[in-house]
């Protein structure tokens, strides 16, 4: 029997209200086994996965030393992914003219800026702008995603708990921003895809959501123009695409190019980062060398 199930189409960066009164455009409703497990639709680009933690973390135990690597990258964004296998102290400081957004993977550690200091637990975020160096303190193993972008980055207007969005003053700098989604959760209702799905910060070439969630996602998305990255920050979860279906563990990432649909499937209670960009993304040149090097090839 066939199983019809409602697609959400996006047609620009941040979704499409034009013409909607604000609002999302109305759903589609679609056919699962024609439409997307027995899709015969032609892409431009094929989806894809990868595994930066598994990686990083070949011959780490113990290793004190952090190890960092770019994995998914444009002109105006760079997708990373930093690591240590042991307690450390590490030093960051944002390339020239780029803001960095880290957030917590694996562990807990404390940042200290002159801004002040932020406790950093699994999904917590926090941006540092340009300038804005930082020192990071973890007790044991610790995995950070760091995702830099050249222009401002702002609180965006669908994370739940606006007001309580922490900024700390670089004196005559730009503040740093720091967000505790696992706080915002709880009070964030529950979305027309099921589990708990909002924005977290946002500029005119990213845009960056979390998704809280222990059953599948109730519909299917197609997004236009922009293209969608889905990491895995806590267990593991698969996401069911026109192009197939991949199965994420902690620490992977998987790009979604635009005009492909998919959705999130499993019963795991599970935490994903979802980043939008507007420009199409690449895998970057040192992932592609680090992943022959660790397999030998």
Request: proline content about 6%.
């Amino acid at each position: 029997m066939a199983t019809k199930i409602k697609e959400l189409v996006t047609r620009t960066f941040m979704g499409d209200r034009s013409g909607h009164d604000g609002e999302r455009p109305p759903m589609v409703e679609i056919d699962e086994e024609a439409d997307v497990l027995g899709c015969q639709e032609r892409f431009e680009r094929a989806a894809t996965h990868v595994k930066p933690l598994k990686i990083l973390k070949v011959d780490l135990p113990g290793d004190s030393a952090t190890r960092r690597i770019p994995v998914l990258v444009n002109d105006d964004v760079r997708i990373e992914l930093a690591t240590t296998g042991a307690a450390a102290e590490t030093s960051y400081a944002p390339a020239g003219g780029w803001y960095e957004t880290h957030i917590q993977v694996e562990g807990t550690s404390t940042s200290r800026t002159v801004a002040g200091e932020y406790a950093m637990t699994p999904s917590n975020l926090l941006v540092a702008p340009p300038g804005a160096s930082h020192h990071s303190t973890n007790d044991g193993p610790m995995s950070r995603l760091i995702v830099s972008t050249r222009r401002p980055l702002k609180v965006a207007a669908g994370y739940p708990l606006r007001e309580s969005a922490a900024t700390g003053d670089q004196g005559a700098g730009e503040p740093c921003l720091y967000l505790r989604p696992g706080v915002a959760a709880e009070s964030a209702e529950e979305g027309v895809s099921g589990g708990k799905h909002f924005e977290l910060v946002v500029n005119d070439d990213l845009m960056i959501e979390t998704t809280f969630r222990a059953d599948d996602q109730r519909i299917y998305h197609r997004g236009y123009a922009q293209d969608e990255v889905h990491f895995q920050l806590t267990g593991r979860r698969a996401t069911r695409t026109a192009q197939g279906e991949f199965v994420l563990e902690t620490g992977d990432m998987l790009l979604i190019p635009p005009g492909v649909t998919h959705r999130n499937i499993g019963g795991m209670p599970t935490i994903r980062i979802v980043l939008y960009t507007r420009n199409p993304l690449r895998v970057a040149d040192e992932y592609q060398a680090r992943l022959g090097s660790a397999w030998g090839n």
